[in-house]
């Protein structure tokens, strides 16, 4: 099974930036991918979705500011975060998409990312 692994979190000021990544262990060229968070206390939600051939979902939350890509060349997938605010604090994780229909692959560790205010 492909294996994910999140890197590119930190701490931040609030209106700050980030850009995380995640590398897969083998291809996702066929594979709609997709960035969650889980912040302390609470469930685990999808921020942003991108297909197989890079159209994108966004949560309203992060609508105009996050931006999802992907590079099917490096099996990654990105997420370029922009005005950060603190409760956007949480372990940032991707994963399948919601909808896909094997369902998502082993969750790695995450990456936290830490937002100040």
């Known amino acids: 099974q492909v294996q994910l692994l999140e890197s590119g979190g930190g701490l931040v000021h609030a209106g700050g930036s980030l850009k995380l990544s995640c590398a897969a262990s083998?291809?996702?060229?066929?594979?709609?991918m997709g960035w969650y968070r889980q912040a302390p206390g609470k469930q685990r939600e999808l921020v942003a979705a991108?297909?197989?051939?890079?159209?994108?979902y966004y949560a309203d939350s992060v609508k105009g500011r996050f931006t999802i890509s992907r590079d099917n060349a490096k099996n990654t997938v990105y997420l370029q975060m922009n005005s950060l605010q603190p409760e956007e604090t949480a372990v940032y994780y991707c994963?399948?998409?919601?909808?896909?229909?094997?369902?998502?692959?082993?969750w790695g560790q995450g990456t936290q990312v830490t937002v100040s205010s």
């Open positions: 994963n399948t998409d919601p909808g896909w229909p094997t369902g998502p692959v082993c």
């Open positions: 083998g291809s996702i060229v066929r594979v709609a």
């Open positions: 991108i297909t197989r051939e890079g159209s994108a």
